[in-house]
Every structure is written in C-alpha cells, then in structure tokens.
C-alpha cells in the first residue's frame, strides 16, 4: 500500500510527464495558450515549471520568452510594466500572428481568460 507521500510523488511525476509530453507536441504559443485558457488567477507550479521552461529557453524568440514570463508571474492580471510589453509585442508586426493575439489576450488578463479569449486561444497551436 503506498503512503500519502508516495501517491504525492506519483500524482506530481504522472502531472508533469503529460504537461511535458504537450509541451512537445505543440509549438511554446499553443502551450502557454492552453495554460492560460485553463487559469484561473494564477499560473499552478506545474505550469509555472513548463513557462520557466519556455521563458528560459534561447531557441525561442523573445517575445515568446517574454509572454512566457508575463504568464508565469501572473497574480489574477499582470503588472502594468508588464502590460506595456505586452502590448508592445501585440503591435509589432515582425512578431509571428500567434505570439501577437497570445500577447493581446495576455496583456487584457484579469482573473481568467474571457469567452471571446477562450476562442482566441484555441486557434493558437
């Protein structure tokens, strides 16, 4: 029979091996889109991990690198200087269309993402 501390251990490793295993079958944009389609005021730590992961990654381009961030450090919206950046990038048409609306629905965060946000998200792979 396995202790509480084991199941613990085996909910978290099973947890992060799918969010891992996604992360993998879709481009960083579409991830940290599903991540913010799923939040609820706040980041969890397994999604923390995976936007670490993707803000620390050099491959990625800095604006990805830079949403990842601004998702990660999310406390129900994000901070203005934050939102500025944001913003920014939503703008900047040398940035690819998916990092631009991901961007936009990050920078207009409050609390969860909205319906319209929702539909947004899920066109981003």
Known sequence: MLNRKQI????AGLSFACVSSLSLA???AGTI??????MNHFPNDE???TLQGIASDG???EAIQTVAQAVHDI????????????QAIAGDD????DTRALAEV?????????ESDEMMLAEID
């Open 8 to 11: 613990f251990s085996l909910v």
């Open 26 to 28: 879709q481009s960083a």
């Open 33 to 38: 889109a599903d991540i913010v389609a799923d």
């Open 47 to 49: 999604q923390k991990m």
């Open 59 to 61: 491959s990625q381009s």
């Open 75 to 86: 406390q129900h919206s994000v901070s203005e200087g934050t939102r500025a950046e944001l």
């Open 94 to 97: 040398s940035v690819d269309a």
């Open 106 to 114: 990050v920078a207009g965060f409050n609390h969860m993402a909205s």
